[in-house]
């Protein structure tokens, strides 16, 4: 029993007491008093169900008139924070092994050191060992032996820091399909003033759709300066870095399961399941764009505008708005739409097609065999183009069957312009070359041996 359950305890009997403490009391008048106490109901600050002896509620009594209130609480145990079924050494073993193997429950703690003769088979119960485990912070199901400091952390300044994660909705018929399939709710939280800049329902978790998700948010709310994201692949993928390198974002990714590093984001997403996504009636809301309809009225009508404790008092809204200095807008609102496309480099097959992510492409014949600089929009994935000498050429995908009746250019190539002959032939070079004196040869002496003619 900690400190609260005892100021309860007590608290309990001084409300059962109250009306023989509070009166002066005549002679022989205490003990019929107690008597009939004993004889009632009453119940605790647990809900359950009491009835006191006359002999305790003497105890009580008397306690408080010798002592007050704190003497109406109960006594702490002597051998608190101790097992009285383990001994220290067992104790310490008990959280040794735990350390040793965190995947260790307390049924198997308890059984292994019966089979190592360390206890009797009776001696303790799998509650003295939560027990020792649970003081020594190595319970519970998500146990993590040496955990990070954490501090409550904010950031600065309105759009200094957006939070995304992707949040699991329910299941609707995706008309592409026709088949059943659970939607996907990307949003973003700004860290200091929680507004939500963008929130979107669809099927899909997909880098394409958070990305259409980042293009909608930067449009309304301004350029995030910092994005703390999941490790999920639509928060992961290539284009993503490329175009927060081209917007000048810090990209930030969270520790694999560490929930808690977003809080703000997860606090929202379990507001809207709770006021929202748990409650929707699937009867009437069968369609994504319903859903919509329905996760803005929610953030535009209830969230922004309702106080929020963290911001002592204030909406979103007022906090957004009073930091509108701070947001740091796009200087053109028509440049915002190029800076969602890239490059890359293909090379061109013989058939004069190149394969970008799964779909071939035509591209000028002439073009064959090179490679070529294409360009493509993070919001359409149709919207591809080639870049040849500086000239951005729309490409479109291929059509086999109609290729099938298109006309080729079968007229013979150009022949090449006639140049008088360089006269050089390599095996004519090498025998003339093998036949050439060596100029270190010593020329033949023609006096013959013997002497010198007369």
């Known amino acids: 029993m900690n400190d609260d359950d005892r100021t309860k305890e007590a608290l309990f009997r001084h409300a059962i007491l109250g009306d023989l403490l509070s009166r002066k009391l005549r002679r022989g008048e205490l003990r019929p008093s107690f008597a009939q106490l004993s004889g009632q109901t009453f119940e605790d600050y647990l809900g359950r169900t009491r009835r006191m002896a006359l002999k305790t509620l003497e105890e009580w009594f008397y306690k408080y008139r010798r002592g007050g209130f704190e003497a109406l609480k109960?006594?702490?145990?002597?051998?608190?924070?101790?097992?009285?079924r383990l001994t220290p050494e067992l104790e310490q073993l008990v959280?040794?092994?735990?350390?040793e193997d965190p995947g260790r429950s307390a049924p198997l703690i308890l059984r292994e050191l019966e089979l190592a003769g360390r206890?009797?088979?009776?001696?303790?119960?799998v509650s003295a060992i939560q027990r020792v485990l649970k003081r020594q912070g190595l319970s519970g199901p998500k146990m993590q032996l040496e955990r990070p400091a954490r501090y409550r952390w904010e950031a600065s300044m309105c759009g200094e820091l957006w939070q995304g994660v992707a949040l699991h909705g329910p299941v609707f018929t995706n008309p592409v399909t026709?088949?059943?399939?659970?939607?996907?709710?990307?949003?973003?939280l700004d860290d200091h003033s929680r507004i939500i800049p963008y929130v979107e329902a669809g099927f899909g978790e997909t880098s394409h759709r958070f990305l259409a998700v980042l293009y909608n948010a930067f449009a309304r709310r301004g350029i995030a300066r910092s994005l703390l994201l999941d490790n999920h692949a639509s928060f992961t993928n290539y284009d993503l870095r490329v175009l927060c390198a081209t917007l000048n974002i810090r990209l930030v990714h969270s520790r694999p399961g560490d929930a808690p590093s977003k809080g703000k984001i997860e606090r929202f997403w379990k507001s809207l399941r709770g006021h929202l996504v748990d409650r929707l009636d699937l009867k009437k809301v069968t369609t994504v764009d319903e859903l919509n309809l329905r996760l803005w009225s929610y953030v535009e009508g209830e969230y922004h505008t309702r106080p929020h404790s963290s911001l002592s008092g204030k909406t979103p809204l007022e906090v957004w708005e009073s930091g509108a200095d701070d947001i740091r807008?796009?200087?053109?609102?028509?440049?915002l739409e190029p800076a969602f496309y890239a490059h890359v480099e293909r090379l061109a097959r013989y058939d004069s097609t190149v394969l970008w992510r799964g779909v071939f492409y035509e591209v000028p014949p002439y073009l064959r065999g090179r490679k070529v600089r294409l360009r493509y929009s993070l919001l359409d994935a149709s919207r591809v183009s080639l870049i040849d000498s500086n000239v951005e050429i729309p490409i479109r995908p291929v059509n086999?069957?109609?290729n099938a009746h298109r006309s080729r250019n079968t007229s013979p190539p150009a022949a090449p312009e006639t140049k008088p002959p360089t006269g050089l032939n390599a095996p004519d070079l090498i025998l003339d070359n093998f036949l050439k004196p060596s100029s270190s040869e010593e020329p033949e002496d023609p006096t013959p041996e013997g002497g010198v003619d007369e």
């Open 74 to 84: 109960p006594e702490s145990r002597s051998d608190q924070g101790r097992s009285r």
């Open 95 to 99: 959280v040794d092994l735990k350390r």
């Open 119 to 125: 206890i009797r088979h009776d001696q303790a119960a």
């Open 178 to 188: 026709g088949r059943p399939q659970r939607v996907i709710i990307f949003g973003l």
């Open 329 to 335: 807008w796009p200087s053109d609102p028509a440049s």
């Open 400 to 402: 086999p069957i109609a």
